[in-house]
Each structure stands twice: as C-alpha cells, then as structure tokens.
C-alpha cells in the first residue's frame, strides 16, 4: 500500500486534481486507434491479448456446466494459443471455476459488492467479498458506489473500496468505475484517484451491462491516471477496460494506448486485462488466419 | 466571366447557354444494403466494346470481400428464417422494380456489351422473367426436394431441404445482368445469402441492379455486390472459412478454376463448376443441403397422426 493518504486527503486531492481536455483525449485516443499494425507484430499482439483476457461469464443463466466449459476453454483456447489470464463469474461460480482451473494457472476472478448496480447495504456486499474470496476466487472485482460518487460523498466511496480491499484479503482488487455512469471525463479521473489511494490494484472501466462501456478514450485517460500514480507514489496498478471490446482490431488499438501512454511495464497481464467475452473467438480467428494463411469463420471456434 | 475573356462574342447576339453537363453515376459496391467505395479507396476504367470509356467503378480488395462476406452471415440466419413467401414477395418484387426501369437497363446493357438495343431490351425482359421465376421456386422447393421417408420402424422421417449459409458467386463474364441474375436469384431464393463478384469488364449493369435490390425490401447484406479482378477477390472467397459454397461459373480462366476449386475443398465448400449446365431445379438444389428428422411416431399417433 503506497498511499499515505487519510480518506479526506485523498477526496481532496481527487477534488483538486484539474479537469480533463475532452477534445485533446479523444483526438489522442483516434490517434493511436489508427496505427498500422504489420504482420509479425499483429501475431505477438495477438496471443498477448489471449493472455490478457478476463474471459467473463456474468448472466442469470450461468449455470456449472457452462462454468466449467468457459473454464476447459479459458485453459486451452484453441490449438497452441495460450492460456487467458482468468475467468470471470458470478460469486455463486467461484467454487466451480476454482476446481475447475486448479493447477492451471488460470486464475479465477469474481465479481462482487452486489454487481452490477452495487446498491445494497455495505455489510451485504462486504459478505460478498469475502464469500467470493472463501469459494477461491484469486481476484475480485468490486463495483463503486456511483450513487454517493455522484452525490458527491466521496469520502464514503473511498473508505468503502477500503473495506472491501480488507475483506479481500489476499486477493487482488479490481475496481470497476462504471465509466458509462460517471457521465463526465473529469468524474473519471477523480474516481480513478480515489480508488487507486483507497488500494484498488487494478481500475476498471465498467460492469458491461451499461449503455456505454469501456471506450477508447476514457481507457486512454484511466491509463494516465495509472502513470501519474505511480510517479507520485511508487505503486503500479493495473487496467482493465471491459465491455464492448469484440474485435481483434479494437484489442490491438488498446494495445497501442498502452504501449505508448504507460509503457512495457504494463505489457502483461499482471498489469493490463481485458474483460470480454466473444473477443477471444475473434482472436482465435485472426489467429487462425495468420496460420492458414486464409479467413476463419464461427465455425471454427467455439460457440458459447 | 468579364467581357473580355469573351472576345467571340459578337454583337447583339446572345451566346447560347452551355449545354448542361450530365450528373454521372458514381458506380460503388453494394456491401451490406449499404453502396460504399471500396476499402482500398481504388477504381478502374471501365469501357465499351469500342472502347469509350463509360464510367469508373470501384475496385474491390480482399478487405471489401471479407467485409462482404461478414454482411453476407450476419444476413443468413433473419434471411432463412423468413417465410419462404416473403422471399418470393421479396424477389417478385426485384422483377417489378427491374422491370420499372427496363429502358434504363437496355441502355446500359447496350453501351457494356455492343448489343443492338432492341436485343438489349428483350435481355432485360428475360432477366425480369428469370426473377419471377425463381421468386415461385421459394415456396416450393421444400415440397419437390424434401418429403416424408417410408422407414421400418415407429418413425415418422423426413427430409427437409436447409439453405447452405453464404455462397460466393463469380458472376458471368459476358452476360453481365441476366447470367447474374441466373446465378444470384437461386442461390437467395431458398434463403442462403451471397456474396457476388460482378463481371470484370462489365459491371455496371450489375452495380445498377443493385439498386434494384436495394429498392425491393430485400434485406441488408443478402446479396452483396463487388466489382473488381476476379484473380484477385476469388481466391479470398474460395478459401475463406466463412463461406459455404462458390459458384465459378464466371472465371474464365481454366487454371483458376481449378485452383479456387482446390481451396474451396479445403472448407468443404459446394462449388459449382464453370459451364454447369442443368434445369433452374438444378440450380436451386445445389445451394441446398438435407435435414432428416425421425420423430417417434408414438407422439405423432398421440395427436391424430397414424404412422
């Protein structure tokens, strides 16, 4: 933990910290989106993104038997691909994801805090947490309470993503912002403060069940944020954008931003994570293209 | 423009007004429902049979083809579970659209292939026909190619012909309307989609008919349009993973064939072979593969059935 700020301290930075150029960042953010990738760099960008997926799963219809599937494919994605970087389910899967990936290396991820909306009393999404971290999960992703960020009760946000960090124990915290809730860049980048400060080891864009989710742009501004916290402090924490990331060409334009705004150091996934589904189907056919020298289809991967 | 850069003009007499300049089509592709310019942002000259030069027209990159071939699935499955009488209302439709505009056609068919005008004219009342013609085969086809199985057991079986998904069509060199209408209307008719590239050296006729379709409530990326080099898109599409079947009967060239043949059977591709002759049943049929369902004929007995 390399903050030493106290909850009011870190509200008060967060609420000094100066608003964002919108018409720069997005002019920056379709800058790196239009890169010429070539072939040899395409095929490493490729399998570094199967490596970097949260492979998600988060429907009221997910049952253990499709767990189990996303998890067999999650290890072995198709042929020599590699592994993703982990399974993402419901807390009610955790259990079932844990067995299913034991000794893979895959790591199991789960949401919690009453996902997707958050809006249930604190000691139920605290039970969350620590059921989620009971049943296996190596890693858990939170929602923020955009109802207080909103209100402008900041410093509730901030001491709730700190008991939820202490219920998680020793697995790792993704913070979701909810972007597409936030409604404004400059919300964006006082909430990434704040929860950077509060603990989180990786900020995320968004619950992928909102109107808008991760986009360019407000990924571009949140990988800023993550620079800038690190230069001040020392930590490093990751990024995930998730939702709405389904093609190949999209990965690698994310791929670009965090190259040239944060460098190689978050070139893994350790540090960098998309959460997303159907995107690895399209990897997988990219890839496949690459070898065969001809376009794939959906035939040729799994359906889910 | 001041009197002086005007030193003909001579008296009284006022100069006759310019004659007016005629808008020109911009000949692009029909990808998706939607005619854009080609990815690759490049065109080619297309010229009569005297070679006078009438139009460019875009020419088409793997890229286009690819992006064609994605409309064409995203199409299929809507495409195929429409009513097999949408489909004919649909393609009925294309006749009378094409018919509306029959004297346009002509013209056009004239200027790309040197036809007399009245030839011309009765090529494009054959291309209505032929649209009409396929537009009565969708509701029938089921009932000529599919049927009830006499089996040896409690079963009621049978067989039901299913659309084979998309299908690349390289239309006919030398015919450039009604050979493809001839080789797209059947490939639709039982609810694949397609995905078509356009006579080489005469595409304007077919980036017309386009608008044809684009007029007759057929839906978004069921036909797709490309002009371009046969030698360049074709082998994109004979081996793309995406695509079900190819129809090769515009490539003239017999190596060609034979390769994009070879690639397609890496898929398993349907391919139909250029010079393919046969009824518009056969058509129609090879665009098709079979379902057979056995449904214990206790439940069917149980509801008034006797099998």
Known sequence: MGSILSGAEAVAFARSLPGVDAVGLEARAAGLGTRSIKKESKAHAIDLAIGMIDLTTLEGADTPGKVRTLCAKAVRPDGDAPPVAAVCVYPAMAATAAEALKGSGVK???????????????????????????AGADEVDMVVNRGAFLAGDLERVFDEIRAVKAACGEARLKVILETGELVTYDNVRRA????????ADF????????????????????????????????????????????????????LVCVNEVLGEDWLSPHWFRFGASSLLNDLLMQRQKLTTGHYSGPDYVTVD | ???????????????????????????????????????????????????????????????????????????????A????????????????????????????????????????????EAAVDRLVHYAGWTDKVASVLGGANPVAGPYFNHTKPEPLGVVAVVAPQDDPLLGLVEAVAPVVAT??????VASEDRPLPAMSFAEVLATSDLPGGVVNLLSGKVAE????????????????GGVGDEALAAELEAAAAGTL?????????????DRVRRWVEYKTVWHPAGMAAGVGGGY
């Open chain 1, 203 to 254: 900020i995320k864009t968004s619950t992928g069940k909102v109107g808008v989710n991760a986009t360019l742009p407000v990924t571009l501004l949140m990988m800023q944020a993550v620079r800038d916290f690190r230069a001040a402090t020392g930590v490093q924490v990751g990024v995930k954008p998730a939702g709405g990331i389904r093609t190949t060409k999209d990965a690698i334009k994310y």
């Open chain 2, 81 to 124: 579970g429409q009513t097999a009488y949408l489909r004919g209302q649909i393609l009925y439709r294309a006749a009378e659209m094409l018919e509306g505009r029959a004297g346009q056609f002509a013209e056009e068919l004239a200027e790309a292939t040197g036809a007399e005008p009245h030839a011309a004219l009765g090529t494009v």
């Open chain 2, 233 to 248: 898109i074709a082998p994109h599409l004979a081996s793309h993973a995406d695509v079900n079947g190819v129809d090769l």
């Open chain 2, 1 to 79: 423009m001041s009197e002086q850069s005007k030193p003909k003009r001579t008296g009284s007499k006022r100069a006759a007004a310019p004659a007016r300049l005629r808008v020109k089509k911009t000949y692009k592709l029909y990808v998706g429902g939607k005619f854009p310019r080609s990815e690759s942002g490049r065109s080619y000259a297309v010229t009569g049979p005297d070679g006078a030069e009438l139009a460019n027209a875009a020419l088409a990159s793997r890229k286009d083809a690819r992006d064609a071939v994605a409309a064409a699935r995203k199409a299929q499955r809507p495409w």
């Open chain 1, 108 to 134: 199991v991820a789960s949401v919690a805090t009453g996902f997707p909306a958050g809006q249930v009393p604190l000691d139920v999404r605290l039970a969350d947490t620590e059921a989620a971290v009971a």
């Open chain 2, 269 to 281: 591709k349907v391919v139909r072979r250029p010079g393919a002759g046969g009824s518009s049943l």
């Open chain 2, 191 to 196: 609810g694949n989609t397609a995905v078509v």
């Open chain 1, 192 to 199: 990434s403060h704040l929860a950077m400060h509060a603990g």
